[in-house]
């Protein structure tokens, strides 16, 4: 029965190394690293596809419609319930017209997207999605996924530059302004992970989670510091992907559509998948720092194959980032700047004392109370100061008269 | 050496022969970008993994975006009709020669270059942060001082100011 189990954990892995051996040897690693990447360029955009279409229908429901529900298969009377809808929204990207503003820089207006999806694609390569399955462990594994990240940014910068678009360029501001201030706390609450575990390897930040007391899993998550660290890291995370109520990069009613606005077609597509991969794989490194990676929550459940707890980690997440998209409006950019500066940075260095004082004090309830103690009562300070000199209340309407 | 070595450095060095020869300066920042990058890979490809990193990090997402937004915000976005070369480039070329030459007899033929290659140090990232930690403490402490100290500065001069005091009250 345990053999069973193993084995279709393993499945992958071991139906990687099957069809690595068909190779001459010295071409392994190649072949190995060829599969891999395959791996990712096939099951992360399938994945696209299927949540894009969750996320219309979850909103739909949020907002009292139905959302996409009459695309199946063609031909016959299965309707799937409207999740065939992606086949075609992927045809119509495809065969729409590409068009170029003629003021625009053509070479940057064509290199941006893919400079946009190349670094999102490389920062799966440090994720683990399962046991044994990670492409390549670096010893600084999160610093890469942090450094990949930041390229992201120039790709933007090149979209709205290229454009000759004032909107375009506004938006690429906005995105730019809004990714460097986010990084901040998005890398300092990831910090604490690295001071408790003593490792930037994923590998080792998830074997540090991984084992049990009572039967339930020993997360970052389930610590105070960790609990505040997950919360920081969400919001930060929120704000990297550019989604609401972050999403000033491309917010409609103002600029149209951002840094894209003069993109159509495939490229538009390109952007579009760049932008919810870089959601998944800043989602899976959330779930690999916080919620134990792969491991099961609770120690009757550790059966279930690994990678089917990655995944669900990672739909539970990007459910709650849809269920957010429905709910809060876009904030203003004051309000952006404000929160990020005044509130999350100076909870996330917090952060960092309240795990230190964490790792030093010895194993027992009194670090519970301490800890759970600084991390309440900065959260209050600061919110009050955050709070202070906002005039909230009723709203006050003026007409013309 | 290895070929992924020879084709990294002929990309480095074409982007950076790119960046002095265009004349658009937003073209020049983003080959710079490229230039960044291919330094980085070939730390990564000398195993120096930690400086690699920190090399896009610092470089790619930090310096070259400063660079390009520093461009956008000091002047518009055309550029200049003027050749890129100046009156003087065939004496420029004579003497950046000479200056290469003369740099590279002395490096060659200096007491402090070891002749024989020496054996790759082991150096991990947990080595580097117990380093910085322990024997750098003091410059890393003074770096971080120098750093916040700029940051204020910084601060300071996008402050806005008082509308009470008028242009004598200023400074800089």
Known sequence: MGNMFTALD???????HWLVSFVPEPWHPFASALLCISFILMVFPAFFSIITIFERKGIGRIQNRYGPNRVGIPFTKIRLCGFGQFVPDGLKMLTKEDIVPRAADKLVHFLAPVVMLIPVLLAYAVLPFGRKMTMTDYDAGLLFFFAIGGAVELAVFMAGWSSRNKYSLLGAMRAIAQMISYEIPL?????TVVM????????DIIAAQNHYAYGIAQWNVFTPWGLLGF??????SLAESNRTPFDLPEAESEIIAGYFTEYSGFKFALFFLGEYLGMFAISGLGITLFLGGWTSPVSFLTWIPSYIWFFTKLITIIFVFIWIRATLPRMRMDQLMNFAWKFMLPLALINILVAGIWHFMAVDWQRWIVCSFLVVFSYVILGRGLMRGQKLGKRNYRYAE | MSPALIITAIVTILAAATVMSLRNLVHCALAMAITFSGIAAIYLQLSAEFVGFAEILVYVGAIAILIVFAILLTRSGESPEKSVLTSGWGAGIVVSVLVFTALGWAVLNSAGLPKAATAAPETTVKNIGEALMGKFILPLEIVGLVLTA?????VIIALKEDPKTDNSGRKS
């Open chain 1, 10 to 16: 393993q499945i992958f892995v071991n139906v990687l």
């Open chain 2, 150 to 154: 700029a940051m204020i500065g910084a």
């Open chain 1, 196 to 203: 408790v575990v003593g490792s930037l390897k994923l590998v």
């Open chain 1, 231 to 236: 919360m920081l890291f969400f919001i930060a």
């Open chain 1, 187 to 191: 890398i300092l609450s990831a910090v």
